[in-house]
């Protein structure tokens, strides 16, 4: 048993893409290694910022021995009259290295064969190695690479050495104009020189002492610990949690830590301040409530102190900076930020950005009949909500992501509404996809409605999203819409209020493009919280985009969706849909013409089920709904036994489809079952169901 | 702080020339016009276009009109220096080579951090972009590091390395100083003796007195200029023109008069101009 090293070295890496890196090399790896039948023991995953690899031990010098069975040539044509084997046998034993000895006949489904077991010689590791490799290697995919040299082979940063190391012999292939060899490269911080290994296990502590770790759990955890013991030493709570801690560990490849302090004045700034700027400065870590910070760099313990001063004074800067800006913005007030709001263009022929907050605080409109919701509140937070733009801290670029938060600030220093403060602040929310949603109800309106004016504003200007061409987040806007929508409960329908919004646009976009738009957006939506798609598909037939009452919808079909009963009135509306698909004009059902039992009793049944349900719409109670449309399938099913609807008399026919068309409507109600699709069958299939 | 020797601005400057001229660069001088960054000087700019080998280092002056601050802020100028260093083909060792240069002006990497922090640079105006990194030392952002990957808009045939040194940031930790203004340029002149009133003047310039009208007339002549110098196949001094065109565009953003999609044009604009010099320049 042998040992195999394979460690690629580049410039440092961005530590987004090391992980995702370094596990797609390992997992590629060992499909190789189970595809080519080598056996080995154990297989470790390794990255810093500067490398990616993977050691593996206990493999075997060569591939698992196989015979495998061979087909020759029909049995008739082996041996010509002589007895003497045929150029074709001749040939077949040529290619497989046979001799006659070996053959046999096998009957197949097409006849007589002849057939051989063949042994497969066992290839040499290395040789398997040698040629695989540098094809995995070429084969790891990035969001963004470059070229660095004239081999113009693509990564995301210069690859600088390769280490291919089976046992004690370097493996030699070439790739990015590198041969695979035994030297890797030190920590620069601790030295320039290669370090030559004799064999792969000497990797870890040979990297080990030219400042690497190069196994990143035992980093993570070394980080973590130096941040904790460093912690207690300052008496505190060190904030930071897994993410970071991947962050920082993705930076570097050997851990050390300093800290230093800030002015305690700084902590007068609100904490977001506080965090943004620490977090722009990398790997530094606040200790809670403190004006210290903990700082895991990537060096020497000789350069602590140089660490700790150079951080302090560069944060201190900022920290300066941020200070100057905030209490600038203070004296400035909110009231002239929003001033200024009356000249910035938002986009182009689209109005200033207040013009936009006036289109907002039109748009509220529409939220009136919600219970709870403070109208005064909302109209005072949409008027501020976009100020804190032309905040002197926003309209830096480390800190434009405290929009709205830099608002909720200055709102409090104005003396506003703690309420309307925090719509300011919720406004934004969702920020990204996972992000949090706003809490407040005036927040989240407010949040809805900035974001149909984004979304109707992108396609206005003609940045409708195509492919992955969407430089407003303009699908993202229209997703946070639905999910505030449904997370408050609020039981309205988007379509009318998107539609008037687009008067306060004076455009006369089209309406389709809308709907289509939004249709995607809602399905997605659903069909993330597990409702399948032909169900989202059923109930938004008649919900105008109200997600809330979709969603209860999706949930009464979901109760019986399993039910034997459920599918062979799915099996009807499918057939009804059919005969109706091509009338123009069902009519009304004229219970005079009714001729067989069948047409009167399934129109009382109707009209009972009727009854029923209408104050069970109010209140939602689409089990129940959905309870008495199922009563109604014996109905259904026996007067399309016993009744011909095709009939010859045009006027009984005339009649017998507005009463079909009736039923049917009473099941539109509630949802289109007729998009339901049954196991064993396409959607497409609705199309062949003919009656 | 370890005994490191207090060395003066110009000594620095002296240094970093002295090490590059070692490495095999050319040194050469600014540019005679105001640009915003080394990158816009011929000898980057063209030079890096095509396949001949060039390897070149200069100081630059660069104008930032929205950065100035009325000299207040002890980090914050609308007119500093860079070291600008070019080396095409690449060399493999580069970022040793890069390291080792800062250890020569006295930074002991056993006694520092020094952090590449991804940071893909890329310049709109001159349709150039490339891969690479921010450098830190001790959390004190002092060079760009940059693989340009394509320059006027086109791909480039060999990649070429750009560090970019600030170097009143680098001399603000060697001379432990926390303002740019006390940096001491020799032994009795600081930076802010020579700048402090240039920083105020150009200050209320930027952003109180400059003519916005006036800039976009200028804007639009110059434009016509380059144009026309393009079209005689002039390029060099058209290229003048597209670099005052660059700099007017910096000056009427630093009024923040324009909107976000007027602005996105007038880059676009300049781009135009610095592409059909780089194509013209290859076509040569």
Avoid at chain 1, 627 to 641: A, C, G, P, V
Wanted: net charge neutral; proline share 4%.
């Amino acid at each position: 048993m042998i040992d195999f090293l394979l460690e690629i070295g580049f410039e440092d890496f961005p530590p987004s893409y090391l992980n995702k890196a370094a596990s797609d090399l390992t997992e590629r790896v060992e499909v190789l290694f189970k595809k080519e039948r080598i056996f080995y023991r154990t297989m470790r995953k390794i990255y810093t910022s500067r490398r990616i690899g993977v050691l593996i031990l206990g493999v075997a010098r060569k591939q698992k021995a196989q015979n495998v069975e061979v087909q020759g040539p029909p049995k008739k044509f082996t041996y010509d009259e002589n007895g003497k084997p045929t150029a074709m046998l001749e040939g077949f034993l040529n290619a497989h290295n046979l001799k006659l000895s070996d053959i046999k006949i096998v009957r197949t489904q097409k006849g007589e064969y002849v057939s051989a077991i063949k042994a497969i010689p066992a290839k040499d590791t290395d040789d398997i190695l040698y040629y695989e490799i540098p094809k995995i290697i070429a084969s790891l995919e990035f969001p963004k690479t470059m070229v660095w040299n004239q081999e113009k082979i693509r990564f995301p940063r210069p690859i600088r050495w390769i280490v291919g190391l089976l046992d004690r012999k370097p493996l030699r292939f070439k790739y990015a104009g590198l041969e695979a060899e035994r030297y890797s490269m030190p920590n620069f911080h601790f030295s320039f020189e290669p370090i030559r290994m004799e064999k792969p296990r000497e990797y870890i502590n040979f990297l080990r002492h030219g400042g690497v770790v190069v196994d990143p759990n035992e980093r993570r955890k070394i980080i973590k610990n130096r941040i904790n013991e460093r912690a207690k030493l300052l008496k505190g709570e060190p904030a930071y949690d897994e993410n970071i801690l991947e962050e920082i560990n993705c930076a570097i490849e050997y851990p050390d830590v300093a800290s230093g302090e800030f002015e305690p004045e700084f902590l007068k700034l609100p904490e977001e301040i506080l965090k943004t700027t620490l977090k722009a400065l990398g790997n530094l870590v606040w200790v809670k409530g403190t004006n210290k910070f903990i700082c895991i760099f990537n060096g020497r313990r000789k350069a602590e102190d140089n660490v700790a001063q150079g951080y302090a004074r560069v944060l201190k800067a900022r920290l300066q900076d941020a200070f100057f800006y905030y209490q600038n913005d203070l004296k400035q007030g909110i009231a002239k930020m929003q001033e200024a709001t009356k000249e910035m263009v938002w986009l182009e022929d689209l109005g200033t950005i207040y013009d936009k907050s006036i289109r907002l605080i039109k748009a509220l409109k529409n939220f009136e009949g919600l219970t709870d919701l403070n109208m005064d509140v909302l109209k005072r937070a949409a008027e501020l909500c976009k100020a804190d733009l032309f905040s002197n801290m926003v309209r830096e670029k480390e800190f434009t992501s405290l929009q709205g938060i830099m608002g909720y600030y200055y709102a409090r220093s104005a003396g506003e509404d703690e309420k309307v403060a925090i719509a300011i602040k919720e406004h934004y929310l969702p920020a990204f996809s996972g992000d949090k949603l706003p809490r407040s109800k005036e927040g989240a309106v407010l949040s809805i409605v900035d974001k149909i004016d984004n979304f109707l504003g992108a396609f206005i200007a003609g940045q409708r999203p195509t492919g992955s061409y969407d430089p407003f987040g303009v699908r993202r806007n229209a997703y946070a819409i639905f999910n505030i929508f449904d997370a408050h409960n609020f039981d309205i329908e988007l379509l009318p209020i998107v539609v008037n919004y687009l008067k306060l646009y004076k455009n006369d976009l089209d309406k389709n493009l809308i709907i289509e738009f939004l249709t995607e957006r809602i399905e997605r939506y659903l069909e993330d919280l597990g409702y399948r798609y032909d169900e989202v598909d059923a109930v938004l037939y008649n919900t105008n985009f109200n997600v809330y009452d979709a969603r209860l919808r999706c949930d009464g079909l979901r109760g019986f969706r399993d039910k034997q009963e459920f599918l062979q009135l799915v099996i009807g509306q499918k057939r009804v849909h059919n005969i109706l698909k091509n009338i123009k004009d069902p009519g009304q059902v004229d219970t005079t013409l009714f001729e067989k039992p069948a047409e009167k009793n399934l129109y009382q049944r109707g009209k009972e089920v009727e009854e029923k349900m209408a104050p069970l719409f109010p209140e939602k109670k689409y089990l129940e709904i959905m309870k008495l449309l199922l009563s109604l399938r014996k109905d259904i099913d026996k007067f399309f036994d016993e009744v011909l609807v095709m009939c010859e008399d045009k006027n009984l026919q005339k009649n017998r489809l507005a009463l079909v068309n009736y039923v049917h409507q009473l099941f539109l109600k509630f949802a289109d079952l007729s998009r339901i699709v049954i196991e064993g069958e396409k959607d497409k299939n609705n199309e062949k169901q003919k009656t | 702080m370890s005994a490191r020797k207090i060395i003066t601005f110009e000594n620095l400057i002296f240094n970093l020339k002295k090490y590059w001229q070692k490495k095999g660069c050319l040194i050469f001088e600014p540019y005679n016009s105001e640009v915003g960054a080394g990158t816009f000087n011929p000898a980057t700019f063209l030079r890096i276009l095509g396949k001949e080998p060039w390897n070149v280092a200069y100081v630059e002056t660069c104008r930032r009109p929205r950065d100035g601050r009325y000299a207040e802020n002890p980090n914050r100028v609308q007119q500093y220096y860079q070291f600008q260093v070019i080396m095409k083909p690449t060399p493999d060792n580069i970022q040793r080579i890069y390291l080792e240069s800062l250890e020569s002006l006295g930074f002991k990497l056993k006694e520092h951090e020094v952090r590449f922090v991804e940071d893909d640079w890329e310049s709109p105006t001159l349709g150039a972009w490339g891969i690479g990194w921010e450098v830190w030392l001790d959390g004190l952002e002092i060079t760009q590091f940059t693989y340009f990957q394509q320059a006027g808009s086109i791909d480039l045939e060999v990649i070429p390395v750009e560090i970019t040194y600030g170097l009143e940031r680098i001399c603000m930790n060697i001379q432990s100083v926390s303002s740019i203004f006390d940096l001491k340029w020799n032994e009795e002149i600081t930076w802010g003796d020579i700048y402090r009133e240039n920083e105020q003047q150009f200050s209320q310039y930027n952003f109180e007195e400059s003519d916005p009208e006036r800039l976009l007339l200028l804007f639009k002549e110059f434009e016509i200029e380059a144009q026309n110098l393009f079209k005689k196949g002039l390029i060099l001094p058209g290229y003048d023109y597209a670099i005052k065109c660059s700099h007017i565009f910096n000056l009427i953003e630093a009024r923040g008069v324009i909107s976000v999609s007027e602005r996105a044009k007038m880059i676009a604009r300049v781009r135009a101009l610095t592409s059909e010099v780089a194509r013209l320049y290859l076509k040569k």
